[in-house]
């Protein structure tokens, strides 16, 4: 199935609930997968292999404004226009192309609130609010699970930032995706902190994209992946349940570290790892041997994300200097 015909389907029935606004403006926070989503069913539509989970980043993120433009799409990235060639512009037509109709040209105003030093990907919270603004902008009236739909189409990550707090990304089976779309778990954690240690501001050499597509289709791993990452949705939703660190810490970790594993056997190797990544690794190990409640998850790139409780915040600070603390709840 094309995005476009699942789009169309989607929309068929959304005849303008309300006047159309002259432009529109959204919000979505950046997430970070607790356990991880890593390999496509089908790369069309972004559908996974496996469920995911992710805490949402609360105000890191991203603010999009919309409205109609003359003659050309007009793409500005933090207040700067962006060329027509940029790679981000590219990614972004494409997209709008789903939903426009001849002649039809945006305006399209993106802030991330994400501080760019964070590293944190900016991908994700960038097609939900994009999403959001534009159920906004046509009136479409669009609830939570199409709008998941539609932001997975501009990548898969995207559709667990519709929602704020937890949020669990369920694979689905349907050919159509039309199952396939991230729910809030209605749990808070206020003293849940999350700390961004930049490593690395370098565009990563292989996109999650290809990285994901080569595991699946070389490592030998990969079976062994999909079996763990169902243990852990299930250790990572009694974590959230009970309020124990130690159980979503080590969980989330420990799927961290396999993905990267799988990643490694595939072939030619998947390695995001950078020197620097693993001396921090091995940093916040001999931290927890010596009791502390750390731990930590990586995406598919070089930098750190650490997972504590607040009550650590100081210690965590001494050791990590340039530690970015975030609390998703407060
Ligand atoms: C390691 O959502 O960026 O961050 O669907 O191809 O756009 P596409 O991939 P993307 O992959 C994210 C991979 C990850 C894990 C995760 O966020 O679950």
């Known amino acids: 199935m094309k995005k476009s015909d ?25 997430n970070i997968a607790l356990i991880k989503y890593w390999g496509k069913r089908d790369q069309e539509l972004n559908l996974p292999n496996t469920s995911s989970l992710s805490i949402s980043l609360s105000v890191f993120g991203t603010r999009t404004r919309v409205k109609h433009t003359k003659g050309s799409d007009k793409i500005f990235l933090n207040k700067k226009k962006l060329a027509a060639s940029d790679g ?25 609130t994400v ?23 046509y009136a479409w009236g669009l609830g939570p699970r199409e709008l998941s739909i539609l932001a997975r189409l501009g990548s898969g990550s995207a559709c667990r930032s519709i929602e704020e707090g937890f949020v669990l990304w369920n694979c689905g089976i349907r ?7 991230a729910e809030k778990i209605d749990i808070r954690w206020p003293e849940l902190a999350i ?3 930049m490593l690395s501001t370098e565009k990563k050499k292989i996109s999650s994209r290809e990285g994901m597509q080569r595991t699946v289709e070389t490592s030998v791993l990969y079976h062994s992946w999909q ?6 949705l299930a250790r990572l939703k009694q974590a959230l349940e009970n309020k124990d660190i130690a159980l979503l810490g080590q969980t989330a970790e420990s799927n961290a570290l396999s993905m990267h594993a799988t990643a490694l056997a595939a072939w030619p ?3 995001y790892w950078q020197p620097k990544s693993l001396e921090m690794i091995q940093r916040v190990w001999a931290l927890r041997h010596q009791g502390l409640g750390l731990y930590l998850t990586m995406d598919a790139g070089a930098n750190i994300k650490l997972l504590f409780k607040s009550g650590i915040e100081k210690v965590v600070k001494n050791h990590f200097p340039t530690v970015e603390c975030i609390y998703p709840f407060k």
Not at 7 to 13: A, D, F, G
Not at 16 to 27: C, I, T
Not at 92 to 98: E, P, Q, S, T
Not at 126 to 135: H, P, Q, S, T
């Open 227 to 232: 079996q763990k990452v169902e243990q852990d």
């Open 6 to 30: 699942l789009v169309t389907s989607i929309l068929k029935n959304q005849s303008a609930k309300a006047a159309a606004p002259a432009e529109a403006e959204a919000y979505a926070s950046a």
């Open 269 to 271: 190797p998947v390695c």
């Open 115 to 137: 501080p760019t030093a964070a590293g944190l990907a900016s991908s994700a919270s960038g097609f939900a609010a994009l999403v959001k603004a534009l159920n906004d902008f």
């Open 195 to 197: 700390g961004v240690i």
């Open 175 to 181: 050919k159509d995706g039309m199952d396939s779309f």
């Open 88 to 112: 981000f512009v590219l990614r972004i037509r494409r997209f709008l192309d789903l939903f426009r109709s001849k002649n039809e040209y945006y305006e399209i105003n993106t802030l991330n």
